[in-house]
């Protein structure tokens, strides 16, 4: 069936304006993931959401981020006030339940860049 | 502590010759699922291999296989038989029963193939 998918692929914005970015994940997937992922870097955790339950935001790195889950289905993060440190790319990935031997399964990502 | 340690930054390997990719972890959870992904320069991330602490064989999937040293904490990838399609990075992945909300990746390595 079809993958996570992501949207938009790419966003140019300018500093100090909002941004959304969307995540389609796989359907029947209880679990979604946000993460970033910087030049050459590997993968920060920024937010994770498991069905009804209350979302794990630690990973978010300042009140300017937030995120939603609508339907326990789409997602989408938003990042407020942007800074040129929020450019990277953007990654979803999603997972049916939530035992240790679950593998995520990963969106294309969207690449932001914060002129 | 780190949670997932690659110690390789960049590997060269010739075509067609095998390669082992580093990963050494740290956890104190009895119950844990180690994962590789390849991150090809398009950008997604693909899931390659799984191995769970309880497993008693080491995983294989195709050309990859997993090298899990319980005693050691390592749970290296070796790729036999390269092939140029394999140049990406690579990242190695924990997920622990008591935390599962969270994915802890390693920095990654850079494989490049040489034909």
């Known amino acids: 069936g079809a993958g996570v998918s992501q949207s938009p692929s790419n966003k140019v914005t300018e500093k100090g304006k909002d941004v959304e970015l969307r995540c389609d994940p796989i359907?029947?997937?209880?679990?979604l993931y946000w993460y970033r992922q910087s030049l050459g870097q590997g993968l920060e955790f920024l937010i994770y959401f498991q069905g009804n339950s209350a979302p794990d935001k630690s990973g978010l790195p300042s009140d300017r981020f937030s995120a939603e889950r609508t339907g326990g289905s789409v997602s989408t993060l938003t990042i407020q006030r942007t800074q040129q440190e929020d450019s990277a790319v953007y990654l979803c990935?999603?997972?049916?339940?939530?035992?240790?031997?679950?593998?995520?399964?990963f969106g294309p990502g969207t690449r932001l860049t914060v002129l | 502590a780190q949670k997932i340690t690659q110690t390789q930054p960049g590997m060269f390997v010739q075509e067609k010759e095998a390669v082992t990719l580093d990963c050494t972890y740290d956890t104190s959870d009895p119950s844990y699922g180690l994962f590789w992904y390849k991150q090809p320069s398009s950008g997604e991330m693909i899931f390659l291999i799984y191995q769970g602490s309880y497993d008693q064989q080491n995983a294989t999937e195709g050309r990859y296989s997993l090298n899990f040293q319980k005693a050691r904490k390592s749970a290296n990838l070796v790729i036999s038989a390269s092939q140029l399609g394999d140049s990406a990075m690579y990242f190695c992945?924990?997920?622990?029963?008591?935390?599962?909300?969270?994915?802890?990746f390693g920095s990654g390595t850079k494989l490049n193939v040489k034909p």
């Open positions: 990935a999603s997972s049916t339940t939530t035992q240790a031997t679950d593998t995520q399964y």
């Open positions: 992945a924990m997920r622990e029963e008591e935390n599962f909300n969270k994915f802890y």
């Open positions: 359907s029947g997937h209880t679990a």
